[in-house]
């Protein structure tokens, strides 16, 4: 038994190449749509033009020929929580780019206070795509083998089977072949290295194809295709806060989507309260895109949502070493999460004001109102960082390493840094008390 299992992005090359399906018969490596079952993760950022796109040009042409649409989000932050069923069905309508069922990549991104990094694995594709359609397509060959048995043990009691062997034998030999998945990726003839890099993955056993590849189509190709069947120029499919835009992408997206810019304005803050270097762009923030476009709706929206929202005041420590290959060793960054106090913007300020005055250190502002309790000296490593900061109440307390207090004291006594302790979690209307020395 072999089905074609397709991941559609709702980008350009994978819209393209589902369109070469539609339109070019000869393209097909299946002699039925019925064999064709196509799967979509969603993040739960995608920006409205995507939405509006693939409803008025692609869930049509998958109406008509009746093929098996699957749209999945992470159902946690976890793993383990798998993934929740958006959409299972043969005649879609809606795509569900945003939807309170599924934990979003921007859920997780405010409550841990990050934002993806340029120059790094790209952990929010593996996670929020890569591995819950790996966990669906598992799903899916199991649901067909258990019905494969089922329809062996229907035919099997049939009077039939009694006086002929063969099929009987036959019907073993279909139970016990491997149902091949044919998994196929839109990758375009430019992505040579992402084509390499997918290929240790693997999907169940079966190696992913890459027709558009195979054919020589490159991203041009793909966006000419798209503008001759719908005389419009496709959108790249991309969450609003991905750092990963080109320059002249991120302009444009903003420009188009003020509730998309302001998002990722929205989450970039959040992310830079607890690190200020944590722009979402290496060379720009969000902010600065809008403001150079001037997109002062999506400035105003942000503005308006961090003036409406409760603060907190956080302790931010981290710990930074060197680990890995001693001749090209890669940074560590350990980190630690408290919340001291929460109430008003203007109540944290001003406790934050009473924390430097009393400890006679300075009240800075960058992107949030900070004061530093501990300086990272730079380049020398190990070394450590701490500070206050201002932020709406959004990031949850969190730390990962269990010794990271032990290690901070430890390296403190070694630097001749005194040690800051805080508090435990108060309301600013409960008299919370300042961390002491």
């Known amino acids: ?78 793993e383990k929580d798998g993934y929740v069923i958006l959409s299972a069905t043969t005649q879609p309508y809606v795509l569900h780019i945003r939807s309170e069922a599924i934990h979003s990549l921007g859920d997780n991104m405010e409550i841990d206070g990050w934002v993806p990094r340029l120059n790094r694995p790209h952990l929010c594709a593996q996670k929020w795509k890569g591995k819950i359609l790996d966990q669906l397509i598992g799903d899916i060959i199991h649901s067909l083998k258990m019905a494969m048995r089922v329809l062996a043990v229907l035919l099997l009691c049939h009077r039939y089977f009694f006086h002929c062997p063969f099929l009987f034998q036959y019907i073993l030999f279909l139970l016990e072949e491997p149902i091949q998945i044919g998994p196929y990726l839109g990758y375009n003839a430019d992505e040579i290295k ?95 895109v809008c403001e150079e476009i001037g997109q002062h709706e999506a400035i105003a929206r942000f503005e308006a949502r961090v003036a409406a929202s409760p603060h907190n005041l956080y302790y931010v420590r981290r710990i930074y070493r060197l680990v890995g290959n001693p001749a090209k060793p890669r940074l560590d960054a350990a980190r630690k999460i408290e919340i001291i ?50 932020s709406p109440a959004v990031t949850r307390e969190k730390c990962a390493r269990k010794n990271f207090d032990q290690d901070w004291r430890q390296l403190c006594l070694k630097n001749k840094v005194a040690v800051v302790r805080s508090s435990s979690p108060s309301r600013v209307n409960a008299s919370p008390t300042i961390p002491t020395t």
Not at 35 to 49: L, M, N, Y
């Open 194 to 288: 992402r084509m390499k890099d997918s290929l240790d993955y693997g999907c169940h056993g079966e190696s992913f194809v890459y027709p558009l590849i195979e054919d020589g189509w490159t991203r041009n190709d793909c966006l000419e295709y798209l503008y001759q069947l719908f005389q419009v120029v496709w959108h790249k499919s991309c969450c609003d806060h991905c750092p990963f835009q080109s320059k002249t992408n991120r302009r444009k997206h903003y420009a188009d989507d003020p509730i998309g810019a302001s998002r990722a304005m929205w989450r970039e803050y959040i992310a830079m309260a607890a690190n200020p270097r944590m722009k979402l762009f290496d060379s720009e923030s969000v902010r600065g």
């Open 1 to 78: 038994m072999k089905i074609f299992v397709f991941n559609w992005g709702f980008g350009v090359e994978s819209s393209a190449q589902l369109c070469r399906w539609f339109f070019q018969p000869s393209t097909r490596p299946f002699r039925s749509w019925k064999q064709v079952v196509i799967v979509s993760a969603q993040t739960g950022d995608e920006f409205w033009r995507t939405k509006e796109l693939a409803e008025l040009f692609i869930l049509p042409l998958l109406r008509r020929v009746g093929c098996l649409f699957f749209e999945i989000g992470k159902a946690g932050p976890l």
């Open 341 to 390: 106090a929460s109430g008003s913007q203007s109540e944290m300020v001003s406790l934050l004001q009473e924390i430097a005055e009393s400890r006679n250190l300075e009240l800075q502002h960058d992107s949030h109102w900070r004061v530093y309790s501990h300086l990272r000296e730079a380049k020398v490593y190990p070394a450590i960082e701490g500070f206050w900061v201002v």
